[in-house]
Every structure is written in structure tokens, then in C-alpha cells.
């Protein structure tokens, strides 16, 4: 199979990268169906993450914009989505590694994936996607009946599911939706939360195969990660953040070109902090220099380099509608912070 198969990788912006599984290198990921190449678990020292996430103020700044833009009709649904600098004492393979979740993606070492969010699957000429809107700690008492009845999210996850049946027939017949908001269990770090999903499903032309690229593009971006009109709600993201989102909400996926096709959204990301890495470096080579001349006093400490911590980026974000609060947004930009391990 796994010579028959290609990887393909998409952007937030809509750059493509495309190639044959057997030609990849320093490409790791796992689908539900198929995993490429397989690694075995790694040991791996007492895990922790600390974050430091943007200030309150900043994010305030944004949402406000966004509430004025929606108060002016410009749009409905925006996903707000913000950069959090992290540390922590495991590098990315070794989250790849440790990190549970139905998709993941290492890519060259630069970043790492673990998303719980199919994007769209296709079989015969079936296609199927299955937007993610709307989360709850398992924990809180009667938490199935609060969010289910909740009525901001309801009315988020029903303007992406609208959204969703719009873009599925663009490219394909028939559209009709399977399932409507039900619910997934899912590791957050040391809880669980609750996902609130839906199955949407149309029919592809018999021939979907020769054009499947083409398809895919016409969807995105992914209607979950921006919002809605998507097109206007792009332009009011890319203004408001103040940041490049790069392969963050972008997707994933394989295809044979034939009759298969699976993809994920690209959530629950980290990337390298390149900035950070180099004074990182810089304060290795200090440490470096002090162990020296701890070795000719015969003091030394071999872990003093162990020490430094990984210095990453970790994005993450939520839906923002006109019933939404700052602070509880906030504290949901930081709460999925987190790897499922």
C-alpha cells in the first residue's frame, strides 16, 4: 500500500507540497489507517510544559475588532487564533512520540501536529467531513447536557456545519447531513474534554480522482479554523492576528489517487521558536564555557546542558460570535495549550 500512496501537505495560505510516501524524508505521521514509518514509543524524562501566552490586552485588542467587524455584518464566526510561547524538557520527535491523538504529522523537525479534527475522507466517490466546534471539561458535573444546551454553541457549531454543507457543494451532489453534534471524548493534557462533532456527506463525480488536488483546494481553507462568509472572514483574520499562521490550520493528508483520500485540520500544533533557539544556543555555549572551568576546578555538572529547556511556539485558538466573553475566550486560547500523553 504504502508504495502506492502520496502525502500531501497545504498551508493556511494554499501552499502545496506533494510527494510519493516512499520518497519521503524526515516526514513522520499516523492516520487511523495507516502509519508512516512506524516508530517505536521512546523513553523520555518526567514531561512538563510551561506557557507564556500572549497578554490579556493584546487578545482584548483583537477581539474587540472582531466584535466590531461582526456588529457591522462583515462576518458571523471568526476563529481567533494567537501564538503561545512555550518551554518544556522534550524535543518534538519526542511529542510525536508521547502525544495521543487520531492524527499526527512531524515535519522536517520544524513542527509537530497531534489533531483530533478529520478534515474531509473520501472513499469510492463518497466524501465525508467532520467539523469540530464546541468543547467542555468532562469533568464539570452534567457536562454532555451544558454543552448540548448551550446556546453560543449551538449557534457556532450550526454556522459551521451551514458553511461546511455550502462548501461540499461546491464540489459535489446530494449533500446531506449524517450526524449532528455528537460527542467525542478526548485527551487535554491531564483531562478530558468533551468535542462536540458532525458528519456531512456528498457525492463526488465517478472521475474525482484525476482532479482530487483541485477538489481539496476549493475547500480551503477549512471552514472550522475561520469562519463565516470564509472569504470576508479571511481578510478580517489575516488583519486582526497580526501574525503569520503558516501551516497552522492548514491540513494534512494521503491519498492513491484512486479510490482513498483521508486529511486532518492541523490543530493542536507546535513549531520551532527559531528566535528564541538562538539565544537559547548562545546561553549554551556560556554554560559550556562554565563547565570548563568547572572541570579544571573539578567541579563539575554533567547535566548543567541537560538544563536548557525547548523553546517552542505552540498556536491555538477559538470561535468568536457576538455572544462570546474576552475572558473566557482568553482562558480557552491557553487551556489547549496542552499534549495528550
Not at 489533531?115 to 474531509?120: H, T
Not at 461546491?170 to 491531564?190: E, L, P, Q, S
Not at 491519498?255 to 521558536?273: P, Q
Request: aromatic share 12%.
Amino acid at each position: 500500500m504504502e508504495n502506492e500512496l502520496k502525502f500531501f501537505l497545504i498551508d493556511f495560505d494554499g501552499n502545496v507540497f506533494v510527494e510519493d510516501i516512499k520518497n519521503l524524508k524526515n516526514i513522520y505521521f499516523s492516520f487511523p489507517s495507516f502509519t508512516h514509518p512506524l516508530i517505536h514509543p521512546s523513553t523520555h524524562p518526567p514531561f512538563y510544559l510551561k506557557k507564556h501566552p500572549i497578554p490579556f490586552e493584546r487578545y482584548k485588542k483583537a477581539f474587540d475588532e472582531v466584535i466590531e467587524e461582526i456588529k457591522k455584518g462583515n462576518t458571523y464566526l471568526l476563529n481567533l487564533t494567537f501564538p503561545t510561547k512555550i518551554e518544556t524538557n522534550v524535543t518534538l520527535k519526542e511529542i510525536y512520540n508521547i502525544a495521543k491523538a487520531p492524527f499526527k504529522l512531524l515535519f522536517k523537525d520544524k513542527f509537530v501536529c497531534f489533531s483530533p479534527e478529520r478534515f474531509v475522507k473520501i472513499k469510492n466517490n463518497k466524501i465525508f467531513t467532520y467539523p469540530m466546534k464546541g468543547t467542555i471539561d468532562a469533568s464539570i458535573p452534567n457536562a454532555k447536557e451544558k454543552i448540548l444546551s448551550n446556546i453560543k454553541e449551538m449557534a457556532e457549531h450550526t454556522m459551521v456545519v451551514d458553511l461546511l454543507r455550502n462548501d461540499l457543494g461546491i464540489i459535489g451532489k446530494n449533500v446531506k447531513v449524517n450526524k449532528f453534534r455528537f460527542i467525542d471524548k478526548i485527551k487535554a493534557g491531564d483531562k478530558e474534554l468533551l468535542q462536540i462533532s458532525s458528519e456531512i456527506e456528498a457525492t463526488l463525480p465517478k472521475n474525482w480522482h484525476k482532479n482530487w488536488l483541485e477538489i481539496i483546494l476549493k475547500l480551503l481553507p477549512a471552514g472550522s479554523v475561520t469562519g463565516t462568509p470564509k472569504k470576508k472572514t479571511v481578510e478580517i483574520i489575516k488583519k486582526v492576528e497580526g501574525y503569520n499562521r503558516g501551516y497552522y490550520t492548514g491540513i494534512f493528508g494521503i491519498t492513491d489517487e484512486k479510490t482513498f483520500l483521508d486529511s486532518a485540520v492541523i490543530i493542536r500544533y507546535i513549531e520551532r521558536d527559531e528566535k528564541s533557539e538562538m539565544r537559547n544556543e548562545k546561553s549554551k555555549m556560556r554554560n559550556e564555557k562554565s563547565e570548563m572551568r568547572n572541570e579544571k576546578s573539578e567541579i563539575r555538572n554533567p547535566h548543567i546542558s541537560s538544563l536548557i529547556p525547548h523553546l517552542y511556539i505552540y498556536k491555538s485558538g477559538g470561535g468568536i460570535t457576538i455572544d462570546s466573553n474576552v475572558y473566557e475566550e482568553y482562558k480557552e486560547l491557553i487551556d489547549k495549550v496542552y499534549i495528550p500523553i
